[in-house]
């Protein structure tokens, strides 16, 4: 497995949100929207386009233990490729992927700024492996600062 | 058997999808069956199952298929996956019948 394709070599720093309380699954886009915006990392619509996706196609999904969220848009939209994440100590509830009628309340949300399609499979395996390893996720939801969740994170990579 | 086609699908064709066409890849290879795996997006479904014998989605079905549908979350919530397995190919084997 090279370095880029592991899922710690899209987190990034200044687009980690530890123990947040957001009101909604908007906000959490407008946050992780204005910081990915000032970096130069998106296009001025993300924004819009993520909301719009997040309604048509749902991201939310109920784990074994926790809720998880992976609000992603198009490729387009996205000029350098992140993996946000947001820990929420208020959960935040999030639609179903495979049922619009059911919600999900989530604990972790990570928002996938990818824009080469098929060709990030080994991080995206990776973070399905830690959506399934409910060790790994509660030591990234008990993370207190963005270095200790990227410390859990690279955990799951070994 | 022929060579079978599958269409895998989710919202943007960009994240879950391609975690679930590697799967389904391997889970078909590692039974000897001969597929044609095609990564899509759930929208462009409609056009392109003329010819193909499954859709495997990530993403909530917005309408009827004339090609049996399966949701398969399972494999990025990690519930329920074998049984998808099983489904899939119960699915693909039967296609030449």
Sequence with gaps: MGKNDKLSFYVKTPLIFVQES?????EIFEQVYEQALELGWVRSDFLERIKEREDMFPTGIQLEKFGAAIPHTDAECILTEFVAVITNKKPVQF???EDKNKKVITDVVFILGLNQP????????S????LQNDNILEEVLAAKDSEQLLHAIKKNEK | M???KVLVA???GIATSTVVMKRIEDLLQDNNIDADVQQIKIAEAVSK????DMLISTTILPTQYKIPAITALG?????GADKLDKEILELARSVDQ
Excluded: D, N, V
Aim: charged share 15%; proline share 0%.
């Design chain 2, 49 to 52: 199952q003329e010819g193909a």
């Design chain 1, 127 to 130: 973070l399905m492996k830690l």
């Design chain 2, 75 to 79: 494999y990025i919530s990690g519930i």
């Design chain 1, 22 to 26: 957001f009101s909604s699954h908007i």
């Design chain 2, 10 to 12: 989710c919202g943007a």
């Design chain 1, 95 to 97: 639609t179903s992927m």
């Design chain 1, 118 to 125: 098929h060709a990030q499979l080994e991080m995206l395996q």
């Design chain 2, 2 to 4: 022929r060579k079978i």
